[in-house]
């Protein structure tokens, strides 16, 4: 055990203290900022509050603008991750926890009580919180704020601030800088300016839902929720080019972009889930476990999640194309029938042509939880779900008094269980627990897809540089999934795992310049070996033979 | 069933435990006194650092061991006994053996300076070492400056380390120039200024004197040779290398020299006793252009491999391919494949081309032999390159023409990083039309 750690437990620890008078400066700047915020929160009413909105959140980018400045640019540049595991705040510490407590009740604040920021009922003015952020939404859309809008300001600002933060951190390496410039731009852009400026073409006679054109079905479980699919219908030329770009994205360019570069095209570059991870979560991706067990948990988790997303969207949408058969293309029959073959073929093909890069356990939870899909579509074939009624009272402690049909039962407790409590409160309020990336790997089901592609079908690699290895363990503890990169490094062995999202951060942190993510052939691209290079070259064959 | 005792938990003793168990079902028994578990010594500094824990550093989970049936024994040997093939441990445990491996590292060298025992004055080289610094210079209020003695990479580790705590490093290298033992001129310089960048008391060509202690036994100041200069401080860094750490076995049958003194087959002059990693001697001279003992991580790692089959009933000699190795000065890496010697102990018939960039962060050094042109080897400061590459183009015999053509192939840096090889070849041919 290190002798430092009773310290990060320590509020007093000098090392946390260790911050230079400008630094001091800026940190209160932005707790400043912060703090109108939570004045706000607690009505107080700001005369102004285009005023007041704008001081705050430019004191909050300032304030970190400043910190970073002072903090990686007095230096050399390298690698910065001095006194991570003593700092109490990334270390587990007093600091984190009380972080992520702070987090995680906002987050339960935001998606159970939003009349609590604010938000004005049934057609009532905003008022706290969300009546601060008023004046933006104004300015964008043209309609007053609401929690998601709060919620997505301040999402972007905390990608916005803190991705800086990151770019000067890696200022030597241009991998990290580019891709953290992609996130900022994606989050700003598709994220936030494009759908809030879309919502201004809403009239009367058209409508467009809220779009994030990133954002993908599954990770996206409402993409093909009626309401959405009927608006986009509704919205003729346009909104029916949006469904089908929504289509195209899961089943032909995600396909193809994860191929050519892996699952980081999407997890390292585009996604909001993601870019928040890699900036305002830098600091916490040291806190993801490495052992084995995390990792069993983390494929019974994901895989389950993947099959909950897939049975939940086609028990939606074969409900509403049972009751509403005219209305679509599709009858209900020829959408599960479809359904069914498409996961026949994909798992056929699979457990045909990838047969020896399967291993027993892969090979049997890729077979149980094909029969369990199976098994749900053949269900919602002789079923009608809207006539099962379901009493959400006995999955919500008596929350929930209301009385769900089958499908939407599925669909709310998804969105409530998946979609608020796992990506929401435990994704983003544990980050100074879990890691950064906790979602990202347990839960994400969009990830779980890219990965097991990235595991059987992508010229994605992160390549071993022969024998020059020293098992000093940096990429394992930098890597925010998890993976005990080390493992293979020692070995000279490629990393091929369907978890990694390709932030580079491993390679970048390698004191030996070991590691290098690449797009290569497919061949060899897996290379087991015993005995590393740089030894006889007998040896090697003899022995990387067997 | 046999059973094989390996004394020592570094890579060597691990890598050789690992593999026997691969290829058998002997018994396998590792000794240490150091720690419970193996860990890597190379990641010492960044435990200090704070880039990671204690438990970080241990490449293997500690359920690996039981799972692979790999005894661990705590302690420290005292003698051992060739003739009855006994282990004796201090406190009176006894431990019998079929097959012993020593693979009892390194410790570092002190050349008896006065002083060098005192409280706050250490080497840098195992896990007890570690804390002791933690002790001495938790931060720079208790120390308010450290002497580093001996430029080599245990040295600048240590100055990385304390940099990190903000605490002011004297640095004394005996050298005119940074490590130029093993590199050449340009690089050596190159490093001089880099640690001056990191404001670090960079003091060349000089030695140190004595270590005065405080009136509690405490390192209080030292004193320079050269100029008799005494520089007050709380920790002194004694890193001036290290050396076979086999005392314990002087009154054994095992002949030693410096280092435990083994055939190409790792064998000591007693039947099945083996030597490997650090604390190995080649008896014969060294493989190749190698020293009689290399005491690297990835050498005692090879070493392991070999004997592993030859202690399975598959006798190998050690034949090391290709030398490679790599080191981190501060923020630069460095990396070297193939043999670029410094200027002193350089084979006459090596020559050098050499390319810095501007921005001083970066240079390349290619050894080549002045008639045939044959390519020897390869320094790279600030550029990755590919071990495999390199490698098979030293097998191939390649002249250094076609390895300055083709460096691109080599270039193993993260994407989207700006390339030098245009600006590499370019200084290359300049070079032949003006010499
Ligand atoms: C700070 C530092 C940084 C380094 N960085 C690098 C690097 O970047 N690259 C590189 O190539 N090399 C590096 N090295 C060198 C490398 O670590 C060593 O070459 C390697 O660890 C040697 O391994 P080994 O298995 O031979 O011995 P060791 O790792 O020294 O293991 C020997 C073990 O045997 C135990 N032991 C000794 N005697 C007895 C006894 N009588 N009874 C019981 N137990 C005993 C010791 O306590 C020790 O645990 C570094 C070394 C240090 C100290
Ligand atoms: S293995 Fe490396 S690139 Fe992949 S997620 Fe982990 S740290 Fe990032
Ligand atoms: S790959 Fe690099 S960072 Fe990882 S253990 Fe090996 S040397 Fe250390």
């Known amino acids: 055990m290190s002798n430092k750690i009773d310290h990060s437990m320590s509020l007093a620890s000098p090392d946390a203290l260790n911050i230079t008078t400008k630094q001091k400066i800026a940190l209160a700047f932005g707790l400043v900022g912060l703090f109108i915020l939570v004045l706000a929160l607690f009505n107080v009413d700001f005369p102004n509050r285009a005023v007041f909105l704008t ?18 640019l007095t230096k050399l540049e390298g690698i910065k991750n001095d006194g991570v595991w003593f700092k109490s705040l990334t270390s587990r510490g007093v600091l984190g926890w009380a972080l992520g407590i702070v987090l995680t009740v906002f987050y339960i604040v935001l998606y159970f009580f939003p009349a609590l920021l604010g938000l004005g009922t049934n057609g009532e003015a905003n008022t706290g919180l969300v009546a601060l952020f008023d004046p933006l939404s104004n300015l964008l859309s043209g309609n007053n704020a609401s929690q998601w809008f709060v919620y997505g300001t301040l999402y972007t600002v905390a990608i916005l601030a803190f991705g800086y933060k990151f770019m000067l951190k890696y200022r030597h390496n241009r991998y990290q800088q580019l891709r953290t410039g992609s996130v900022m731009f994606f989050q700003t852009a598709f994220a936030f300016v494009i759908p809030e400026l879309m919502a201004r073409l809403n009239s009367d006679d058209f409508s467009l839902p809220y779009n994030d054109l990133k954002n993908m079905w599954p990770l996206n479980y409402y993409a093909f929720d009626q309401w959405r699919v009927d608006q986009f219908i509704n919205a003729q030329t346009v909104g029916l080019f949006f469904l089908i770009l ?153 929350l929930n008094q209301n009385t769900y049909n089958f499908d939407s039962a599925l669909r709310s407790f998804y969105g409530f269980g998946i979609g608020s409590i796992f990506s929401g409160v435990i994704g983003t309020g544990f980050y100074p627990i879990l890691g950064n990336r906790a979602w990202c790997r347990m839960g994400c089901p969009m990830a779980t897809i890219m990965g097991i592609q990235q595991r059987l079908f992508s010229k994605f690699r992160i390549t071993t540089n022969g024998g020059q290895c020293i098992s000093c363990g940096n990429c394992s503890n930098s890597c925010e999934m998890g993976i005990d990169v080390r493992a293979y490094a020692q070995k000279g062995e490629n990393i091929v795992r369907s978890s990694c999202v390709g932030c580079g951060v491993c390679s970048a942190v390698c004191p030996r310049g070991v590691l290098k993510l690449e797009n290569d052939s497919m061949d060899g691209r897996i290379n087991p070996t015993e005995v590393l290079l740089g030894n006889d070259v007998d040896l090697m064959d003899f022995v990387n033979k067997n | 069933m046999e059973h094989v005792v390996i004394i020592g938990n570094g890579i060597s003793g691990v890598t050789v435990a690992r593999h026997i168990r691969k290829n058998s079902d002997k018994k396998i028994t590792i000794v240490s006194a150091e720690t419970d578990y193996f860990f890597s010594r190379t990641a010492l500094m960044y435990i200090y650092m704070g880039h990671m824990k204690f438990e970080h550093t241990q490449p293997y989970e500690n359920s690996f061991w039981k799972k692979n049936r790999i005894e661990l024994k705590k302690g420290f040997v005292e003698t051992i006994e060739t003739t009855s093939k006994t282990l004796h441990f201090t406190g009176g445990d006894i431990l019998e053996y079929d097959k012993l491996v020593i693979a009892t590292g390194s410790k570092p060298n002190k050349f008896g300076w006065p002083g060098q025992d005192l409280e706050g004055a250490q080497g840098l080289y195992s896990k007890q070492d570690l804390d002791s610094i933690e002790r001495n210079a938790p931060d720079n209020k208790t120390c308010k400056r450290a002497v580093i003695v001996g430029g080599g990479l245990i040295g600048i580790e240590l100055a990385e380390m304390l940099n990190s705590r903000s605490i002011p490093v004297t640095f004394l290298v005996r050298e005119d120039s940074f490590w130029n033992g093993v590199l050449p001129k340009g690089e050596s310089a190159m490093i001089n200024r880099h640690i001056k960048n990191h404001h670090i008391d960079l003091r060349l060509s000089t030695n140190l004197q004595e270590i005065k202690s405080d009136e509690n036994g405490r390192v209080k100041s030292i004193v320079i040779t050269e100029t008799g200069e005494e520089i007050e401080c709380n920790v002194v860094g004694l890193t001036a290398g290290v050396a076979p750490n086999i005392d314990f076995l002087k009154t054994s049958n095992i002949e030693t020299n410096r280092g435990v003194l083994v055939n190409r087959q790792l064998e000591t002059n007693i039947p099945d006793v083996y030597a490997i990693g650090d604390c190995a001697e080649q008896r014969d001279g060294g493989i190749g252009q190698r020293r009689t003992i290399e005491a690297v991580w990835y050498t005692g790692r090879m070493m392991g491999e070999v004997l592993a089959q030859t202690i399975c009933g598959n006798p190998l000699e050690y034949k090391p391919g290709h030398w490679f190795n790599s080191a981190k000065f501060l923020d630069l890496e460095y990396q070297t494949y193939g043999w670029v010697f410094a200027d002193r102990g350089r084979p006459e018939y090596e020559e050098h081309f050499h390319w810095i960039h501007e921005d001083d962060t ?74």
Not at chain 1, 55 to 72: C, D, F, P, Q, W
Not at chain 1, 264 to 292: H, I, M, P
Not at chain 1, 303 to 312: A, G, H, Q, R, Y
Request: proline residues 1%; hydrophobic residues 45%.
């Open chain 1, 55 to 72: 001081l705050s959140l430019g004191l909050v980018i300032g304030g970190t603008i400043v910190y970073s400045r002072e903090a990686y």
């Open chain 1, 246 to 398: 929504g289509v195209v994205m899961v089943f032909v360019i995600s396909p193809y972009l994860t191929y050519k570069y892996g699952k980081r095209w999407y997890c390292s570059w585009v996604c909001g889930c993601g870019g928040l991870a890699e900036t305002a979560g830098d600091s916490f991706r040291q806190l993801s476990n490495k052992g084995v067990k995390a990792w069993k948990f983390e494929r019974w988790m994901i895989n389950s999640v993947l099959v909950f997303s897939i049975v939940t969207t086609v028990a939606v949408i074969s409900t509403f194309l049972g009751y509403d058969s005219e209305k679509y293309w599709f009858t209900k029959g020829v959408f599960l029938i479809s359904i069914g073959v498409f996961l026949t073929l994909l798992l056929a093909g699979i457990l045909y042509y990838k047969r020896k890069e399967l291993n027993k356990s892969a090979f049997r939870g890729a077979i149980g939880y094909y029969i369990l899909t199976i098994a749900f579509l053949v269900f919602y074939s002789f079923f009608d779900l809207s006539q099962i009624k379901i009493n959400a009272s006995y999955f919500s402690f008596g």
């Open chain 2, 362 to 435: 970066k240079c390349i050094t290619v050894a080549y032999h002045k008639d045939t042109k044959a390519f020897l080897g390869i320094n790279t400061f600030g550029i990755r390159m590919r071990h495999e590459t390199f490698d098979r183009w030293l097998t191939e015999k390649r002249d250094v023409d076609y390895v300055i053509k083709n460096l691109p192939e080599a270039n193993f840096d993260p994407e989207f990083y700006k390339h030098f090889e245009k600006d590499i070849l370019a200084t290359y041919n300049n070079r032949l039309q003006t010499v």
